[in-house]
């Protein structure tokens, strides 16, 4: 079994940083790509940014230039750091990582940008 837990959401006023931090345990004998998506309400899950095992990254167009995606392999992490962040950033985020086994998911961190 493969848990993965967020930690690193909460509010921001636009403009402000936050870094989201994801663990990935359990049974991993291999860790495939690795991303971030977000859910505002009301809305469909997006993807914010991935990285792969190689280290090649993509993101989403609204976060290019804002939003950095890192993993750490020997610690089986996985992190986002969100700068100039706007309030059209509020959404819970989820981490994602792709195993032998499949698509795992964390539970989600709210990320609230607001004055």
């Known amino acids: 079994q493969v848990q993965l837990v967020e930690s690193g959401g909460g509010l921001v006023q636009p403009g402000g940083s936050l870094r989201l931090s994801c663990v990935v345990s359990?049974?991993?004998?291999?860790?495939?790509?690795m991303g971030w998506y977000r859910q505002a309400p009301g809305k469909q899950r997006e993807l914010v940014a991935h990285?792969?095992?190689?280290?090649?990254?993509n993101y989403a167009g609204s976060v290019k230039g804002r939003f950095t995606i890192s993993r750490d392999n020997a610690k089986n992490t996985v992190s986002l750091q969100m700068n100039s962040l706007k309030p059209e950033d509020t959404a819970v985020y989820y981490c994602?990582?792709?195993?032998?086994?499949?698509?795992?998911w964390g539970q989600g961190t709210q990320v609230t940008v607001s004055s």
């Open positions: 359990g049974s991993i004998k291999v860790l495939y790509a």
């Open positions: 990285i792969t095992g190689g280290g090649t990254t």
């Open positions: 994602n990582a792709v195993t032998p086994a499949g698509d795992h």
